[in-house]
């Protein structure tokens, strides 16, 4: 057996539901709750990315070198 999909209701206030309900139209998005999910995954996901090290090491020498070259740093 696959795995077993589960959902809960949210609720939006009306009119936010309507502005989503207009600019879904003519995209392939079938319904509000599929657009909605897509968007909290999407932000969801930046999200992660952001709490990643943002500089590898080497990124971050190079910084330093740039900072140093321009005065900012001894």
Same mark, same amino acid.
């Given at each position: 057996m696959g795995e077993e999909k589960k959902f809960t209701t949210v609720s939006i206030p009306t009119p936010l539901f309507k *502005? =989503? #309900?207009e600019r879904i139209k003519? /995209?392939?998005f079938t319904? %509000?709750?599929s $657009? %909605? /999910?897509? =968007?909290l995954r999407e932000l969801i996901a930046e999200t992660e990315e952001e709490e990643e090290e943002p500089f590898t *090491? #080497?990124?971050e020498e190079r910084i330093k #070198?740039? &900072?140093r070259a &321009?005065? $900012?740093l001894d």
């Open positions: *502005k =989503i #309900e003519g /995209t392939g319904s %509000v709750p $657009y %909605v /999910t897509y =968007i *090491k #080497e990124d #070198e740039r &900072l &321009l005065g $900012y």
